[in-house]
T-cell receptor, first 116, second 111 residues
Framework: SQTIHQWPATLVQPVGSPLSLECTVE??????LYWYRQAAGRGLQLLFY??????ISSEVPQNLSASRPQDRQFILSSKKLLLSDSGFYLC???????????????FGDGTRLSIL | QKEVEQNSGPLSVPEGAIASLNCTYS??????FFWYRQYSGKSPELIMS????GDKEDGRFTAQLNKASQYVSLLIRDSQPSDSATYLC???????????FGKGTMLLVSP
């Protein structure tokens, strides 16, 4: 069965510090991968998604970036964190689109990021 | 801009009652519809998928889809306090890799 791992679970960082969040998926090949942010009391905001190694689509202009160095690894980074970067960061995966074209996404446990 | 609308709630129901959660979407090209449950402080968990008009039942959950009205709903029968959570509706268009999520409806089930 497929599993998704996301770490760390919680993180407290000062303003201006760098960030690296990692997500890995096991038990599947060539998954679609996603990074979301959920601010307190808000909906899910799609930040980045990837349909393959080195292929990153950005949905929202941010001081964040994403990379996919390996098939089942997705990394969210920032060089300098802002106060507004606080939130609940979620990684998700879905199977690559098949002939039906539609697949649900499955989420990791998330990282709660607080910026001080 | 694709939109998915949900009443934010909270929707309060007594234990044992039927909870009805509703979702409307703007894109007529949408083909797949999902319901996620999110407990406070936790990540969303997929509970139902529906692709065709009509009803789909899974245990105490029933998803209902009406593409002509661009409406999808989730019924929870015999609601339990453990069902208290935020329920997210998600929609995608055939051939696209991304989902559009609603902001969620908070459900409170009182003992």
């Amino acid at each position: 069965s497929q599993t998704i791992h996301q770490w760390p679970a919680t993180l407290v960082q000062p303003v201006g510090s760098p960030l690296s969040l990692e997500c890995t998926v096991e038990g599947t090949s060539n998954p679609n991968l996603y990074w979301y942010r959920q601010a307190a009391g808000r909906g899910l905001q799609l930040l980045f998604y990837s349909v393959g190694i080195g292929q990153i689509s950005s949905e929202v202009p941010q001081n964040l970036s994403a990379s996919r160095p390996q098939d089942r690894q997705f990394i969210l980074s920032s060089k300098k964190l802002l106060l507004s970067d606080s939130g609940f960061y979620l990684c998700a995966w879905s199977p690559a689109l098949d002939s039906a074209g539609n697949q649900p996404q499955h989420f990791g446990d998330g990282t709660r990021l607080s910026i001080l | 801009q694709k939109e998915v609308e949900q009443n934010s709630g909270p929707l309060s129901v007594p234990e044992g009652a039927i909870a009805s959660l509703n979702c409307t979407y703007s894109d007529r090209g949408s083909q797949s519809f999902f319901w996620y449950r999110q407990y406070s402080g936790k990540s969303p968990e997929l509970i139902m998928s529906i692709y065709s008009n009509g009803d789909k039942e899974d245990g105490r959950f029933t998803a209902q889809l009406n593409k002509a009205s661009q409406y999808v709903s989730l019924l929870i029968r015999d609601s339990q306090p453990s069902d208290s959570a935020t329920y997210l509706c998600a929609v995608n268009e055939e051939g696209y890799s991304t989902l559009t999520f609603g902001k969620g409806t908070m459900l409170l089930v009182s003992p």
